[in-house]
Antibody, heavy 124, light 107 residues
Framework: QVQLQESGPGLVKPSQTLSLTCTVS??????????WTWIRQPPGKGLEWIGYIHYSGSTYHNPSLKSGVFMSVDTSKNQFSLKLSSVTAADTAVYYC????????????????WGQGTLVTVSS | AIQLTQSPSSLSASVGDRVTITCRASQGISSALAWYQQKPGKAPKLLIYDASSLESGVPSRFSGTGSGTDFTLTISSLQPEDFAIYHCQQFDIYPLTFGGGTIVEIK
């Protein structure tokens, strides 16, 4: 079955760029017209949607995020990635990648498959 | 952005109890609401979508109702494996948003 796995540095310095990758296994990132999403959860707090990317490269992200958001996809590696620039301590969180539910080509924007999450701490 | 307010923020219940969690949206979202269960150190798991549709493989003791601004998640008979945090999420309007979560603890 399809599985998602996040990877990346666990510690990032303030003002630097946070970079994470999600590897899709057990299926193709470009099949089923899926959209692929990033969500984060600060320690002890609720979930925050960051944005999604389609295998075609189209993206949409949460405009309320103060750090710059860039997402990309590499279909040859079956991966999609997230970069957050100029991070601060407020970006410390567990970061999840997830799969959006798509039915008949429509992205319904709920999430039926999640990675296990990776903790990223922003600290000097 | 649409705000989702969950209540209570936490509750204590016993095995076999009927548990109800509410999620109120700051504006109408039709039935565009999902519920997730999250256990400590784990990723959320989809339980309910479209406010009342049960995700495949989820036990039938879980049910969801509501539309517009008021939604509920009910666990008809709480089981030991149900002690967790429950999150609601709206997918009607971008940016997608989540509620603050409800912790269901053992009494």
């Amino acid at each position: 079955q399809v599985q998602l796995q996040e990877s990346g540095p666990g510690l990032v310095k303030p003002s630097q760029t946070l970079s994470l990758t999600c590897t899709v296994s057990g299926g193709s990132i470009s099949s089923g017209e899926y959209y692929w999403t990033w969500i984060r959860q600060p320690p002890g707090k609720g979930l925050e949607w960051i944005g999604y990317i389609h295998y075609s490269g189209s993206t949409y992200h949460n405009p309320s995020l103060k750090s710059g958001v860039f997402m990309s996809v590499d279909t040859s590696k079956n991966q999609f990635s997230l970069k957050l620039s100029s991070v601060t301590a407020a970006d410390t969180a567990v970061y999840y990648c997830a799969r959006d539910v798509v039915i008949s080509g429509i992205n319904y924007n709920w999430f039926d498959l999640w990675g296990q999450g990776t903790l990223v701490t922003v600290s000097s | 952005a649409i705000q989702l307010t969950q209540s209570p923020s936490s509750l204590s219940a016993s095995v076999g109890d009927r548990v109800t969690i509410t999620c109120r949206a700051s504006q109408g979202i039709s039935s565009a609401l999902a519920w997730y269960q999250q256990k400590p150190g784990k990723a959320p798991k989809l339980l309910i979508y479209d406010a009342s549709s049960l995700e495949s493989g989820v036990p039938s003791r879980f049910s969801g109702t509501g539309s517009g601004t008021d939604f509920t998640l009910t666990i008809s008979s709480l089981q030991p494996e149900d002690f967790a945090i429950y999150h609601c999420q709206q997918f009607d309007i971008y940016p997608l948003t989540f509620g603050g979560g409800t912790i269901v603890e053992i009494k």
